[in-house]
């Protein structure tokens, strides 16, 4: 049976890789995490309600991959603690994201669209 987390490990390293050539992310499950830029915990996050953090929590343009050091150090950060973190990553999603002065619910609409058609022309064939 095949989880979310491995399904959303899965789509996340295939948009990685159709944009980025030169560098691979491990296929070791267990060295890249998941992570939630907008995290789990909202207690940081006050500027986010519950309903929002709710529907936008899993949503693809929310997330990211990390290294299992560099998740376990951002945690339920404010994103501004995180930024540094991602650009520390070399994945060049995560720079790019580390660039925004905030992370909101339209950053998150953002990225999900950019995403989504990057995805659409991966597997349109």
Do not use: C
């Not at 987390?5 to 990685?16: D, G, Q, S």
């Not at 529907?55 to 994103?79: E, K």
């Not at 990225?111 to 022309?121: E, F, T």
């Amino acid at each position: 049976v095949i989880t979310l987390k491995e399904t959303i490990r899965y789509v996340l390293k295939k948009l990685h890789n159709a944009t980025t050539k030169n560098k691979e992310i491990s296929t070791n499950n267990n060295d890249v995490h998941i992570e939630h830029i907008m995290p789990e915990d909202r207690t940081n996050w006050q500027n986010i309600s519950e309903e929002d953090h709710d529907a936008y929590l899993w949503r693809l343009g929310n997330l990211t991959l990390l290294s299992r050091t560099l998740n376990i150090s951002v945690s339920n950060n404010a994103f501004i603690n995180k930024k540094q973190k991602y650009i520390d990553s070399k994945i060049e999603e995560n720079i790019e994201i580390a660039q925004k002065n905030d992370w909101s619910i339209s950053e998150i609409e953002n990225r999900q669209r950019d995403l989504s058609k990057i995805a659409l022309k991966l597997w349109k064939k």
